[in-house]
């Protein structure tokens, strides 16, 4: 079994997931399996556990339990896939928007500024597009938007503009390369600007918040009336996106209204706020620092 990270608030999570044992729920993001252990946990023997990952290696963690069905796939394509398994609707859908400790820790993923190797960030690697490949043909403007945008990277122009002067002259393929070329623009504290802009490239090439934004609206679509859906967040970007859909049925938190000006609420908030770790789990985890979890439940039609 691969090391992954431990689950994120574990407790908090089964909690608002309110499990029906005879229900049927879906884990979007397997991982190391730590969330669906405890679903699992939850599930009497009439209940079931849809599991979704794009990264292959996961599969080592799949326990053997006959409740459970692995889905190879980007929970972008969500509703698709249940589909597939002949699943209409759902009692709940769990979501843990995060790289996993696995995927940061593998130098070869290229996830990671720590290590030398590749620079790829593929959640998925049978998809064509890696880091490198971004850094290497996006036009100035596209990568000056891209780390501004996902990355918050305070001196975007700067960077941009030495980056598509590097590769003029030679070409970036390693996390090495790419950190030893980028080092006259990099201001401030080093290892946090690197986390920006290595954030900014793996949002990118994953289409990140492309994907949630799809997860979501599949979700509304899938999830039984009085269903629960429960997204944990690591960063501002995907936090709200989630706020905003659990309260308007949209990512931008547009208000909508019917012809009668009745305004439409997909969801009831189970947790007003997000709920965050507390300081005895991120001493266990300090990787759960930065964690959000919201969930809400679908309201009728």
Do not use: C
């Not at 599991?51 to 053997?64: E, G, K, W």
């Not at 049978?126 to 305070?154: C, H, K, N, P, W």
């Not at 986390?195 to 979501?216: S, T």
Request: aromatic share 8%; no cysteine; glycine share 8%.
């Amino acid at each position: 079994m691969i090391p992954y990270h431990l689950p994120v608030l574990p407790k908090e999570t089964i909690d608002v997931l309110d499990i029906n044992p005879s229900g049927v729920y879906v884990d979007v993001t397997f991982g190391g399996g730590g969330h669906s252990k405890l679903i699992l946990e939850k599930l009497g023997r009439d209940g079931r556990l849809i599991v979704m990952d794009q990264d292959l290696d996961v599969i080592q963690n799949i326990p053997d339990d006959n409740r459970i069905t692995f889905i190879h796939s980007n929970f972008r394509y969500l509703k698709r896939m249940l589909r597939v398994e002949n699943v209409v609707e759902v009692d709940g859908i769990l979501a843990d928007i995060g790289v996993s400790s696995h995927q940061f820790d593998s130098s070869h993923r290229g996830f990671s500024f720590r290590f030398e190797g590749d620079l790829d960030m593929r959640m998925n690697r049978e998809t064509a597009l890696a880091a490198a490949d971004i850094i290497m043909t996006y036009e100035q403007e596209s990568l000056i938007e891209m780390f501004s945008g996902l990355g918050e990277v305070r001196n975007a122009k700067t960077l941009a503009g030495l980056i598509v002067s590097i590769r003029r002259k030679s070409k970036i393929k390693t996390i090495e390369e790419f950190i030893y070329g980028i080092q006259p623009a990099i201001i401030g504290n080093k290892p946090k600007y690197l986390a920006q802009v290595f954030q900014a490239l793996r949002i990118e090439v994953n289409d990140e918040l492309g994907a949630l934004k799809e997860l979501l609206y599949d979700s509304y679509e899938v999830l039984k009336k009085d269903g629960v859906i429960a997204v944990i967040t690591f960063h501002s970007l995907e936090d709200r996106i989630v706020k905003n859909f659990f309260k308007t049925g949209n990512p931008e938190g547009r208000i909508d209204k019917d012809e009668y000006g009745k305004i439409f609420k997909p969801f009831t908030l189970i947790n007003k706020k997000p709920i965050e770790p507390g300081w005895e789990e991120i001493k266990v985890n300090n990787r759960a620092r930065s964690a959000k979890l919201r969930a809400a439940r679908k309201s009728g039609e």
